[in-house]
């Protein structure tokens, strides 16, 4: 593994009127503390899945696709399990809620992959850490938007204002479930299937099904959002999600920020 991975203390800004929020960061820390070293055990499973070379495909495209080095921010790092997947990436800023979580990302799976030369790993809240507008080329955002972390206004918004003039950005949301026969089935394939996961992954799925609400998003909601965050030029599509451990339905969004650097 080519690079340095270098612990940063929080630098955090309180918002105004969050008295809620910040009890469910505290609820956030809590349980992600209890499960870092599974879910970074859980990282060898997880890679091998679709829809993470899906995924994986795509970063890969986008940080290639600036011909030339780029600084990218990866909000919500977790364990790291995405920093192999980038490219002409020199500067790498991972910020993660829990330090447990950024533990084991100092240490991320297929390390021997990376090829960013300066990872840089933050401990804070994504919704109101302080970093400097127009400081990077990506951001990216896989799998936190949904327990625990709602997609708001206000984070896209500093998503646009923390890239560069054509920037990219490329994040995932949990899908609000809909009241149709699809839906219903594939709910009751997930409760059929349930039964027959491991006993550990039961465990841990019931451990945060009832520490941390469920955050969804609809696909026009979504699009709202970003047209009102400042992205004129983005993208949405909707994916099934099959991992060993989990199955759903992600919305995704790329988008650009208008202008040149």
Not at 151 to 164: G, I, Q, S
């Amino acid at each position: 593994m080519t690079g340095r991975l270098t612990e940063f203390a929080s630098h955090t800004e309180p918002s105004a009127g969050s008295a809620d929020f910040r009890a469910l960061e505290l609820r956030l820390v809590e349980s992600y503390s209890k499960v870092a070293k599974q879910y970074r055990r859980d990282d060898a499973l997880e890679v091998n899945s679709e829809n993470h070379r899906r995924l994986g495909g795509n970063l890969k495209r986008l940080s290639g696709s600036f011909g030339r080095d780029i600084q990218a921010l990866d909000a919500g790092c977790g364990t790291g399990r995405y920093f192999h997947c980038l490219k002409n990436v020199h500067k790498l800023v991972g910020v993660d809620i829990s330090s447990e979580m950024l533990q084991a990302a100092t240490d991320p799976i297929s390390k021997h992959e990376i090829s960013v030369s300066d990872i840089q790993l933050l401990q804070d809240n994504i919704y109101t850490v302080v970093l400097p507008n127009g400081s990077f080329d990506l951001v990216y955002s896989l799998g936190m938007f949904g327990h625990g972390a709602p997609l708001t206004l206000e984070v896209c918004r500093k998503f646009y204002d923390l890239l560069c003039p054509g920037g990219r950005l490329y994040f995932n949301v949990l899908e609000t479930p809909k009241s149709r026969p699809l839906a219903r089935t594939k709910e009751w394939l997930k409760k059929s299937a349930y039964p027959l996961l491991p006993q550990g992954v039961r465990r841990k799925l019931e451990a945060r099904a009832s520490v941390l609400p469920c955050f969804t998003m609809t696909l026009p909601r979504l699009e709202e959002l970003m047209n009102a965050s400042g992205f004129s030029d983005f993208a949405l599509s909707i994916n099934v999600c099959r991992t060993p451990l989990w199955q759903g339905i992600h919305l995704e969004c790329m988008a650009t920020k208008f202008g040149r650097r």
